[in-house]
């Protein structure tokens, strides 16, 4: 076979793909990612948009979890307060009761559990970041107010629901306790043994103090169990934030698989595409200084 | 035979020289001419004319050109199906930075955003700032629809411009061919080997390969070129011009003597551009579409049976899309937010609780939910990020692997055809040669005449 005495359109082609895999390993290196447009690897780019997702999902899982533990820490804190008010109050009826006490003493007791009262519906009424902790997911106002008509009575204006917020894939936690199981359940209502005690304190009915007194006790246990409904929320959360650095990292190996450039290979497939090119230029440059003419005088 | 006929041959041979310089100086200036196929002087021997059968001279047969016409014919396939991929990848490359990981503003992005703008809410579900955050991401949702929507279309639009200009070009190159026909067609009467324009006719046919496939036929009245479906180009002398007109979603179609072509033609420029308006950016706004009506709609399913933060019934966060028909053509660019304040996000389930975020969490779980065509959101985007992406990476390496069959068929053909610059010289050195050694004969019997000549008017006898 003759042999083909035009080599330049061989040698453009030849320089062409040697320059492309110069800038693709240059590229590669300068972004390092291996996968910049859909076309450098339809499958990765498509993997990656659901990683994305799986990675956005991620963070706001970290957030909500973040957001959660404020919320169940104010509201455990404001429970604490609780919790001391009502000790308060039953230590203030168990001398009451002991029948030790003269009536104007009787009276300061009263108006001191009183105080008690209204500082713990205070409490009650406790708002976090803009929404009431303690009204299920009424929204309307307080959750506790005074009766218009007996002003003895507290009324729970909420309702019994709680929010369920997502803290990872498939797993939710109740964002709230509300009030009626805590201050107003059926039976065991805080506001209303604080009352039966300062009515009994007034009356001087040393009887009924000390019935008061052991319905606070009740009313106590209930306020401890919501307690521990918060305590275990939080553990769950900050079980959740460790899951969640662990799926962040998994999540990110992927990714870098998926679309990031290994650097090694990028530099050796720069440094190998580089020589292949000066070859080319090289070779190029060579063989077009010969021709028979130059030969010929 | 005498003298006189071996000066005959002699003379012959002289212009037989000359002759074969003139080749050889045709070959060299046409070192570099796009489709000039190297000539070589084809020479015979004289039938012997006298009584010595020996003594005959030379003479010129012809001047052929070196053609490979099967080689010629395999190039011009293989240029049309190159140029359709590399056309089809460039044609697709604008759409595809809209499906890249990097965009910030995408499609996938911005529905990511919105639904951890959802999360966000549930934490808090009366908080009037994440209602307000949720609008606006809900409003980048409509927007990156929107963009790639666009970008789909001004690819579309722009195929469709190049789509004329490609039509007009292959009039031109179509009428070129018919006048190189009929010119062909007049040699041929005469007998004429008319190599110029047998030049012109593959350079025209390679050209005409870049723009569009076709198929020709050696007829009669010279070549007869037709579209792959048959339908008639250039018969003869004549050409038949390519036109376009509208069809009813106002893009070009192209018209052959009547017949519309615009399906059949798969390769060169023309068929790149057609099957990017046609089959893949076509196939991809109408998914586009579709995910757009879809998610939409599932959204506002949710948001309807919802209460809003005032109490009242939730109203469709997106518009359009229009429900009461189902089309969702158009979809992706008709998209935007309908609600204006984010207290009108139905977050709650009941009149009584508005802090209640029961809905909320319904609206988030269609995260994960077949919501369009059997897909979640991500999953959708997904698949079309893939398609984008598989579309302009498999036309690039057909191109490039067409690109590497064609290097072959080219080499294959320079082999062949191209002018060799040494062959040429050595030719060149040959004929000269050929030249003296003749003019050297035609010297040594002028001698020879002249002594014959000068015998009897010497004083008698040799001298």
Excluded: C
Excluded at chain 2, 112 to 138: E, G
Excluded at chain 2, 142 to 165: E, K, M, N, W
């Amino acid at each position: 076979m003759r042999v083909n005495p035009d080599f330049s359109a061989d040698m453009v082609t030849l320089m062409g793909q040697a320059q492309q895999a110069v800038q693709t390993a240059a590229m590669q290196l300068s972004t390092g990612r291996r996968v910049n447009l859909p076309s450098d690897d339809p499958a990765a780019a498509a993997a990656m948009v659901e990683e994305n997702t799986l990675a956005a999902g991620v963070d706001q899982f970290q957030s909500n979890t973040t957001s959660l533990q404020d919320t169940l820490n104010t509201a455990n804190s404001t429970l604490n307060s609780v919790v001391t008010l009502m000790q308060k109050a039953i230590t203030l009826g168990t001398e009451g009761g002991n029948g030790a006490m003269n009536t104007s003493n009787l009276t300061a007791i009263a108006s001191e559990v009183s105080g008690i009262k209204s500082e713990m519906l205070s409490l009650a009424n406790t708002s976090y970041a803009g929404s009431y902790l303690f009204g299920g997911t009424y929204n309307g106002g307080p959750p506790y107010s005074v009766n218009a008509t007996d002003s003895t009575k507290v009324d729970y204006n909420g309702n019994n629901h709680q929010n369920m917020v997502q803290i990872s894939t498939g797993l939710y936690v109740a964002s709230n306790l509300p009030g009626s199981q805590i201050f107003s359940q059926t039976g065991s209502n805080v506001f209303d043994s604080l009352q039966a005690l300062i009515s009994a304190l007034q009356s001087g009915n040393y009887t009924a103090v000390g019935a008061a007194t052991t319905n606070l006790s009740t009313s106590l246990n209930v306020v401890s169990a919501a307690q521990a409904f918060y305590g275990e929320a939080s553990t769950e959360l900050s079980n959740n934030e460790t899951y969640l650095a662990q799926e962040k990292l998994t999540i990110t190996t992927r990714q870098d698989a998926l679309v990031s450039a290994d650097m090694a290979t990028a530099a050796t497939t720069l440094t190998q595409a580089q020589t292949a090119l000066s070859a080319s230029v090289q070779a190029a440059a060579k063989i077009t200084q010969f021709n028979l003419l130059d030969y010929i005088r | 035979m005498g003298l006189t006929g071996d000066l005959r041959v002699s003379v012959q041979s002289l212009l037989n020289a000359t002759e074969a310089m003139d080749v050889t100086s045709t070959n060299i200036a046409n070192l570099n001419t796009p489709g000039y196929a190297r000539r070589v002087l084809v020479m015979e021997e004289d039938q012997p004319t006298g009584t010595y059968p020996g003594s005959s001279g030379a003479q010129v047969a012809s001047v052929h050109t070196i053609r490979d016409k099967v080689v010629d014919m395999a190039i011009n396939a293989k240029t049309s199906e190159q140029n359709a991929n590399s056309t089809l990848s460039t044609a697709l490359s604008a759409v595809q930075t809209e499906f890249s990981d990097t965009t910030a503003a995408s499609i996938g992005t911005g529905i990511d955003s919105f639904f951890s703008a959802l999360q966000s809410l549930s934490t808090s579900p009366t908080n009037t700032s994440m209602r307000a955050i949720v609008l606006t991401k809900a409003g980048n949702v409509a927007s990156a629809f929107q963009s790639t929507s666009f970008a789909i279309v001004q690819a579309r639009q722009q195929a469709d411009q190049s789509v004329v200009q490609s039509t007009s070009d292959a009039n031109s190159i179509l009428q070129q061919i018919a006048e190189v026909n009929q010119q062909l067609a007049i040699s041929q009467a005469v007998g004429k080997e008319d190599n110029a324009n047998e030049d012109r006719l593959s350079s025209l046919l390679t050209k005409l390969a870049g723009i569009m496939d076709y198929q020709t036929v050696n007829s009669s009245d010279g070549l007869t070129l037709t579209t792959t479906s048959g339908v008639p180009l250039v018969v003869g002398s004549s050409a038949y011009a390519l036109t376009n007109q509208l069809d009813a979603a106002g893009f070009n179609q192209v018209y052959a003597g009547g017949v519309n072509i615009t399906g059949t033609v798969q390769g060169g420029e023309l068929g790149g551009y057609l099957q990017a308006r046609d089959q893949v950016l076509n196939t991809l706004g109408t998914q586009l579409d579709q995910f757009a009506y879809d998610f939409a709609k599932a959204v506002n399913d949710v948001q309807t049976t919802g209460v809003d933060l005032n109490g009242n019934a939730g109203t469709a966060l997106f518009n359009p899309p229009d429900t009461t028909t189902g089309n969702s053509a158009g979809a992706a660019a008709a998209i935007t937010v309908a609600l204006t304040s984010g207290a009108q996000i139905a977050a709650s389930s009941s009149v009584g609780a508005t802090a209640d975020n029961s809905n909320l969490m319904k609206m988030i779980k269609l995260q994960s939910q077949a919501v369009s065509n059997g897909d979640t959101p991500a999953q959708a985007f997904s698949g079309l990020t893939f398609q984008v992406g598989n579309a302009i990476s498999q036309a690039n390496s057909n191109a490039t692997a067409v690109g590497n069959i064609l290097t072959q068929l080219q080499n294959q053909q320079s082999s062949a055809e191209h002018v060799s610059l040494e062959e040429e010289t050595s030719n060149l050195i040959l004929y000269q040669r050929s030249y003296q050694a003749a003019a050297k004969v035609i010297s040594v019997i002028d001698n020879l005449m002249v002594d014959v000549l000068n015998m009897g008017a010497s004083s008698g006898g040799y001298q």
